[in-house]
């Protein structure tokens, strides 16, 4: 057997996650054999965002008049710890964490009010969309600071999707990994741990590559 290796960076492309590459010239193989393709190494960042506009959990919002009137802290997208959410909240409102249960608790000084009507942000926190918040209140769920991401998915339009099944679905999914715990902005690798498993090709002739990282809901995932 044969192997080609094709490197494929996303360095010159502003979008991290989902960019197209053009060969030129193109590779045309064989079209009467068949040939596979197979992730054998990736590095990426952990840094996508557990804030962001696009999410919609980019919006804290409060009252410090007994629900008189509101308002909204906007926070600037990004991978967020709950210190580094405190930070940017008022000092009348705490957040914290609770490690043996991973609840969240926030505490607000007299007066004020925390409502999630508006925003997603209440799941990071493990509260629910309806609940409105006075004097110290600790989360019915658990928090889930990574915005549910629990497996990061390589795709690339080169698999055959009769051959990559996610979920009872069709897909384009090369490689699946869960997420390490790490601080963010760390580099980490990606080993093909099946050794090198190789799936179908939808193609002979190919002029460019696509490829994309999701999470397990299908989400594209948004480094920085």
Known sequence: ??????????????????????????????????????????DMYYSWTNISALQGTNIFEYSDNNGTTWKQIVFTDGLYTINEINNV?????????????????????????????????YNLFGFNKTDLLTGKTTSPRKADLTNGITSVLVHCSLVDTSASIRNGTFSNVLYSVSPP???????????????SYFLPMNTTDIDTVRMWITDQRGRIINNQ
């Open 1 to 42: 057997m044969t192997n080609r290796s094709i490197i494929i960076s996303s360095e010159n492309y502003e979008n991290k996650t989902d960019f197209t590459t053009q060969f030129s010239p193109g590779i045309h193989l064989d079209p009467y054999k068949r040939y596979g393709v197979s992730l054998i190494k990736a």
């Open 89 to 121: 909240l008022p000092d009348q409102i705490d957040v914290s964490g609770i490690n043996s249960t991973q609840r969240i608790v926030i505490s607000l000084a007299t007066g004020y009010q925390v409502r999630f009507t508006n925003t997603e942000i």
């Open 181 to 195: 715990i790490l601080p963010p902005g760390s580099l980490y690798n990606v080993v093909d741990s099946n050794g």
